[in-house]
């Protein structure tokens, strides 16, 4: 597959979503990646990537759970990723 050219972050889909949503993200060098969850008043509620990380696209897969493994109440909730040079954050729903 061919090296993302830019820093992405897309929309999850399915959003809204109930149980489970997928968050794609591209990285066109080795970085050091955070992808983090928070719910609508700013807490963070799990991480879902937390390393060095090379070039290419990535979907990771959220359950819903939080960092304790319990289910996350209906709601907004937040994701964000953290690289060297480039972060973004977009919003997402669960419903039940």
Do not use: C
Request: charged share 20%.
């Amino acid at each position: 597959a061919p090296v993302p050219e830019l820093f992405s972050l897309r929309q999850n889909y399915p959003n809204p979503f109930n149980p489970v949503t997928n968050i794609e993200f591209e990285l066109p060098v080795t970085t050091d990646v955070r992808l983090t969850i928070y719910n609508f008043v700013g807490q963070e509620i799990n991480t879902l990537v937390n390393e060095r990380t090379a070039p290419g696209t990535y979907r990771v897969t959220w359950n819903g759970l939080n960092s304790h493994g319990r289910q996350v109440s209906t709601g907004v909730y937040f994701y964000r990723l953290e690289t060297n040079s480039f972060t973004d954050t977009k919003k997402m729903v669960i419903i039940k």
